[in-house]
């Protein structure tokens, strides 16, 4: 089982980034997937849900800016990360339903 | 939202020696079938969150069984039992009863 996050950076408020999450060495179709960020020296901090029929749950503090989606045909998770503000700073993870495993991270940092 | 409250927030332990964290629930955490939503993870420094604990007591694949969990539907023990320089890092307790999905801040553990 693996997971590979990509597509982390700088950015300037106000803009937008797209992360992926590949996944591999299981059935990706068949689990509900998450993005958990960390901001840094602080806890988890859970942030969307897309579950295995697509269906979508989002944070307070991320509704109508971020949108998480799949591709079970390319085997990979999505979060459209919009209106980006420097409290979106953090190291965002993506992680399988179970909570068993864990991508190592992708970086985010939201400064002008 | 499910507040999650951790204790202590860090442990010094002499190798060999036993360690206890104690996670309290503002709310139960059985649900209606029957299943405790209480998770433990442990994230060593520089890397990702890992399962160790799911459901309260049972554990996660490839955790040694030095590390234990009880509870009942609002206060929870992690134990591990004759720590080992490897259990070095912080300790996060976590929910999957409802959304949006909480954690407790965590507990750092530390060896003498």
């Known amino acids: 089982v693996q997971l590979v996050e990509s597509g982390g950076g700088l950015v300037q408020p106000g803009k937008s980034l797209k992360l992926s999450c590949s996944a591999s060495g299981f059935t990706f179709s068949s689990y509900g997937m998450h993005w958990i960020r960390q901001a840094p020296g602080k806890g988890l901090d859970w942030v969307a849900y897309?579950?295995?029929?697509?269906?979508?749950v989002y944070a307070d503090a991320v509704k109508g800016r971020f949108t998480i989606s799949r591709d079970n045909a390319k085997n990979t998770l999505y979060l459209q990360l919009n209106s980006l503000k420097s409290e979106d700073t953090a190291i965002y993870y993506c992680?399988?339903?179970?909570?068993?495993?864990w991508g190592q991270g992708a970086s985010v940092t939201v400064s002008s | 939202d499910i507040v999650l409250t951790q204790a202590p927030l860090s442990v010094s332990v002499t190798p060999g020696e036993s360690a206890s964290i104690s996670c309290r629930s503002s709310?139960?955490?059985?649900?209606?079938?029957?299943?405790?939503?209480l998770y433990w993870y442990l994230q060593r420094p520089g890397k990702s969150p890992q399962l160790l604990i799911y459901q309260m007591s049972n554990l996660a694949s490839g955790v040694p069984d030095r590390f234990s969990s009880s509870g009942s539907e609002t206060d929870f023990t992690l134990k591990i039992s004759k720590v080992e320089t490897e259990d070095v890092g912080v300790y996060y307790c976590?929910?999957?009863?409802?959304?949006?999905?909480?954690f407790g801040s965590g507990t750092k553990l530390e060896i003498k």
């Open positions: 709310k139960s955490l059985l649900s209606s079938k029957g299943i405790t939503s």
């Open positions: 897309i579950s295995s029929s697509s269906g979508t």
């Open positions: 992680a399988r339903s179970s909570g068993d495993a």
């Open positions: 976590g929910h999957r009863l409802e959304y949006p999905l909480t």
